[in-house]
């Protein structure tokens, strides 16, 4: 089973950037990726996904302003993120699944496997 680790978390200001990334065991070619986040007493809430061809989609609230993308090496995962608001704060996650749907659908709690997160803190 592959496994996810996640890095590049910090505090910054609002109005600032960070990028995420995720790091898999194996090639995730034919899995989809993707990201979601939990903010504290807040449910989990999906940003992006990445599907094997390639295509992106996103969450309202990661429209615009954060960006998924993977390394040619199909190993690490990325997520971009710009001016980024108080309200972003929280654990970020980066999940995989080899159910290639679970993308096309948006469906993120559909993903089978997630690393331990990496802490992301805005503040204003």
């Known amino acids: 089973q592959v496994q996810l680790t996640e890095s590049g978390g910090g505090s910054v200001q609002a109005g600032g950037s960070l990028t995420l990334s995720c790091e898999a065991s194996r090639d995730y070619r034919n899995y989809c990726m993707g990201w979601f986040r939990q903010a504290p007493g807040k449910a989990r809430e999906g940003l992006a996904n990445?599907?094997?061809?390639?295509?992106?989609r996103y969450e309202e609230s990661a429209k615009g302003r954060f960006t998924i993308s993977r390394a040619d090496n199909r190993t690490t995962l990325y997520l971009q993120m710009n001016n980024l608001k108080p309200e972003d704060t929280g654990i970020y996650y980066c999940a995989t699944d080899p159910t290639v749907r679970i993308c096309f659908e948006n469906n993120y709690d559909g993903f089978g496997i997630r690393g331990q997160g990496t802490q992301v803190t805005v503040s204003s």
């Open positions: 990445i599907a094997i061809d390639g295509s992106t």
